[in-house]
């Protein structure tokens, strides 16, 4: 239960983490040439990286991003030379990377999706407006679908364990449902379909809130887990143990002051999918609309 917490706590990237990401990101934007670009060794530090040779992998897999979408890599990645201090007033060249917007939002799609800074980046490059607003409610948004699809997993991976100890898809839709009802304090699937107004053909986690979904996917985890452990079969013992997970995670949620059936529906998940699909394929768009000029390959000095 104590995991539970911490994955509870960890979740959400909180707003104070935002707001300083926010604030690094906008003051590492210089103009140069005319064109808003990021230095690619400065974005080595923001995106939490140690080592520059690992950095420019990611880079790689970038430009290769780029050239699949018959974008021209050298619009928008131009290796350059910055001088840093290395010390007692003397400073040094080294081999940098002016990146546009197109290209860091690149980068950041090919980084590590478990970093802070890569999750706010990927949408902090994806926004033309920057606002720090419209970057927390994107975040937000992906989250959701990232749950919901990472519940969507977990549901098919118990459905295969049980599958091999004598549980059909109607016993595990039973089973599933029984869950619900021990989650949502009595109130069963379709009770709490009714209750959101969930349309009848719909399943009812595309409407739940992130925290919500979350709750479920856990209590599924630990079901499909201790199937094994526990070496448990047929439709009694595996609905049991289901119940008393979902249990102990309602309980967990009401000693935080949550209760599970009094939150509010969400927006339908695949409006949400699809609104983050079609902002994916503006970022594309607009990227081909306004292509910056070719930018000549040169030497930059910019003490850090």
Request: overall charge positive.
């Amino acid at each position: 239960m104590k995991k539970s917490l911490t994955v509870a706590k960890t979740f959400f990237m909180k707003k104070k983490l935002i707001q300083e990401l926010f604030e690094k990101f906008e003051r590492a934007r210089y103009i140069y040439e005319g064109i808003e670009c990021w230095s690619a060794r400065e974005l080595q530090e923001l995106f939490n990286y140690s080592e520059w040779r690992n950095f420019l992998k990611v880079i790689d897999k970038a430009k290769e991003a780029c050239s699949n979408v018959d974008e021209v890599v050298g619009d928008h990645f131009v290796d350059i030379n910055k001088m840093v201090e290395i010390g007692s007033g003397s400073s040094r060249s080294v081999e940098d990377i002016a990146l546009t917007r197109y290209a860091c939002y690149l980068v950041a799609q090919n980084g590590d999706p478990l970093k802070n800074e890569i999750a706010f980046a990927q949408t902090y490059f994806a926004v033309q407006t920057r606002k720090q607003e419209i970057i927390e409610q994107r975040l937000l948004d992906i989250a959701r679908v990232a749950a919901r699809e990472k519940l969507s997993k977990s549901e098919k991976k118990l459905s295969g364990i049980i599958y091999q100890r004598g549980v059909d898809e109607k016993s595990f839709s039973a089973i599933r449902s029984r869950g619900d009802a021990a989650l949502f304090g009595g109130f069963s699937t379709y009770d709490m379909k009714r209750k959101l107004a969930v349309p009848e053909n719909r399943a009812l986690a595309d409407f739940l809130p992130t925290l919500t979904i979350k709750a479920k996917d856990f209590a599924t985890e630990l079901t499909s887990h201790n199937v094994i452990e526990k070496d448990l079969r047929g439709e009694r013992a595996i609905s049991n143990e289901h119940v008393d997970n979902n249990s102990a995670v309602r309980k967990m949620l009401v000693q935080r002051g949550v209760k599970p059936e009094s939150l509010p529906p969400s927006e339908d998940v695949k409006k949400v999918r699809r609104r983050l699909n079609t902002e994916e394929k503006k970022v594309l768009k607009d990227v081909k609309k306004s292509k910056p000029k070719q930018v000549k390959k040169a030497r930059v000095s910019k003490k850090k």
